[in-house]
Structures are given as structure tokens and as C-alpha cells.
């Protein structure tokens, strides 16, 4: 589920398909996953809500998606603590999260204190991804495992990415994308 800033429509090239009204909403599935977007209600125009909107929305767009049984449900959130975090962590169940960082640290710090609320509230951390990596550092791993988090592991920064967006399959099929599926093998069995 995209909910903020939303993206992924881009990527994954969803097109005209769109969700069914039946009995709540239905979303299409695209490239075999149910895909749900803000997308779908906002298209081209932005989005600017805040506060308690914010929360509405998302809880509105929870509750009336249907999904089928489901392995797992992706949320791409904005990094750092915000509305959308706030409200997932209150609302839904058993929530865990999977942290994507570059290697600034800048980008890093944003990733300390949103884990370090995370502790707090006893939400559990599945473990870390570095993204966009450009040059040997051993910075952000380091900093995971000093947190007693699970260094999950590092994309390169990959060129071919901006010429892929739109074909899923070309998208795979680069090096980011063969990458980030050895994380995933090594780390999700379903």
C-alpha cells in the first residue's frame, strides 16, 4: 500500500487498472501483489494533508480495502516519525518494521531516532537495509548491530534503476533488483 507521496503506481506501471467497490474496495492485482494507492483517489494532484486528515484518511483506506489472505502487508511510509507512522504503529496489530537507509549520515539519524521510538514502544524491527550505496563504508551496518538490530544488508547504488522504472521486469533484472531479491531470499520465508 503506497499512502504518501505516492510512487510505486510509476514503477510498477499500474496503467488504467483501478480498485472494485464490492462490499469495500478490492484492489487490482498488479504483477501478482493486491495493490492499494492513494493514487487511485488523489491521481495526478497532491495530497496536502496533515494532522488528524491524515489519519482519517489512512484509517479510512484501511478499513475499507478487502485483502485477500495476505503474507505480508507493505506500507511505504516517509522516513522518520511522522503522522502515517504514527497511526500504523497505533492501528495496526503486530506491526513490524523493515527500515530502508542510504549510507548518509544525515539519512542515518533520522533511522536512529525513529528505531530508538520504536524500542520504546516495543515495536518490533525486522532489521535494516542499506540503499544507494555509492562507495565502501561500514558506517551504517556498524551502527545497526551497535543497536542490537539486524543489518538485513546493502544495495549499490544502481544507474540502470531510472531507466527501469515502469517495467517491472526490467527493474528486476538490474542490479538493485537482483539484489534486493538475495536480501529478501536470505531473509523472508513465506
Not at 510505486?8 to 464490492?22: A, R, S
Not at 501483489?33 to 491524515?54: K, N, Q, T, W
Not at 544525515?106 to 525486522?126: G, H, I, Y
Amino acid at each position: 500500500m503506497d499512502f504518501t507521496s505516492p510512487s510505486t503506481h510509476l514503477i510498477l506501471d499500474v496503467g488504467d487498472i483501478q480498485p472494485k467497490e464490492e462490499q469495500g474496495i478490492v484492489p487490482p492485482k498488479v504483477h501478482g501483489m493486491e495493490y492499494m494507492s492513494i493514487v487511485y483517489y488523489s491521481r495526478e494532484y497532491a495530497s496536502p494533508l496533515r494532522g488528524e486528515d491524515i489519519s482519517n484518511a489512512l484509517v479510512e483506506l484501511l478499513a475499507i480495502t478487502r485483502w485477500g489472505d495476505l503474507d505480508f502487508l507493505v506500507i511505504d511510509t516517509p522516513p522518520g516519525i511522522g503522522d502515517i507512522t504514527l497511526d500504523i504503529i497505533r492501528f495496526i496489530q503486530r506491526v513490524k518494521f523493515l527500515v530502508i537507509t542510504t549510507p548518509s549520515k544525515l539519512a542515518f539519524e533520522t533511522v536512529r531516532k525513529l528505531v530508538e521510538l520504536l524500542s520504546e514502544l516495543d515495536v518490533p524491527v525486522l532489521g535494516v537495509i542499506e540503499n544507494m550505496k555509492r562507495k565502501p563504508s561500514g558506517f551504517v551496518q556498524k551502527k545497526v548491530e551497535d543497536r542490537g538490530l539486524t543489518f538485513w544488508g546493502k544495495i549499490p547504488f544502481d544507474p540502470k534503476v531510472e531507466g527501469a522504472i515502469g517495467d517491472a521486469g526490467k527493474l528486476l533484472g538490474t542490479d538493485f533488483g537482483k539484489r534486493l531479491k538475495r536480501i529478501v531470499e536470505n531473509r523472508i520465508r513465506v
